[in-house]
């Protein structure tokens, strides 16, 4: 899905779109929260925040400091909804954890997270889950609320020894289950290209990553498990001719194995925040763009999400031929 960095957020709420907006305000405390939980990661990490509003300094200068981006005294805990126990989450360094913060207007180090491993929590696909803040100084608890996704299977395309079927006029149709839960759906690809240098036994290998559709939804009301998704046939030949520039010098494959589908699916709350998003963008939407949030108080979002990944796809014989000699890449080399 989106990468949401609700630092931003929080800023933009502060900021607003007028043109005659204060950078200084009076002084409040409004926290943001974000986290995504997801069943099969090993562990869960959730981001706790304060934006500012200050009577003296710039919202643009405390971003730069780091201890005023972060509560002294926070705790965290997930409340684990199958049996209502509380499990405390270590607060720890993200940078150190493999994740530093992205570039921008806020501090980079240290990058404050709050995690808890999944052998110790144990998050069960169906199952609710609240997020709980005590920021201390007597302020009240920060609560947020999701339920746990359950597993996604990839229906079609099939495994087949045939290959996958993308035709210039003809649409490709990806179908796959997902638990009702599950609102809001981003499908990818990634392509594995092998690349050989003629006139040698030099070999090279490319990785694109294709993204095929965003933010799908499911039909209003639909009770089914089953969500399916078309695309242009065509799509798939557009996007190699942009990510890759004619080469005389070698010859390109796409072999059996070469591709891999993925469906990225997240809960309702992500569905409404960019229903939220949609709504009030473009010239007729709202000067001062409500946020969505599903926290008791501030700002942030708390939902779970999950993911399938189903490798090894190749492109079938029809596809092989449009590689080769169709409008949109038969100057790529393919073979």
Known sequence: MKKLFFAVVSLVFVLGC??????????????????????????HYVRVEKAFLDPVTSALTIAKIADSLYY???TVFLERGSDNKRFQLER?????E???RDTGIFAQNPNILYKIKQSTINLKPGETCKVIIERGENLPEVTGQTVILGALEISTPKQSITGVHFKTGDQFSMTWIAPTEAQIFDLSATIRIRE?????????????????????KRNPGSTSDFVSKSVPGSSFFKFLADNLTPDPTVNRYITSTG????????????NEYNDVLNANSG?????LIPVYTNMSEGFGLFPSRGFIIEKG??????TRDSLIGGQYTRNLGFK
Do not use: C, H
Not at 20 to 26: I, N
Not at 196 to 216: M, Q, Y
Not at 259 to 270: N, T, Y
Not at 313 to 318: I, S
């Open 18 to 43: 007028s043109n005659d907006f204060e950078l200084t305000d009076a002084w409040k405390d409004i926290p943001v929260v974000y986290g995504f939980l997801n069943q099969k990661d090993t562990a």
């Open 72 to 74: 002294k005294d926070a």
């Open 92 to 96: 720890v360094d993200g940078a150190l």
């Open 98 to 100: 493999g994740y530093p």
């Open 196 to 216: 050989e240098v003629i006139g040698s036994t030099e070999v090279r290998n490319r990785t694109l990553n294709w993204s095929i559709a965003r933010n799908v």
């Open 259 to 270: 591709i891999d589908f993925r469906v990225d699916g997240a809960g309702a709350e992500v």
């Open 283 to 287: 010239i007729s939407g709202a000067e």
């Open 313 to 318: 796809y190749g492109p079938n014989q029809v």
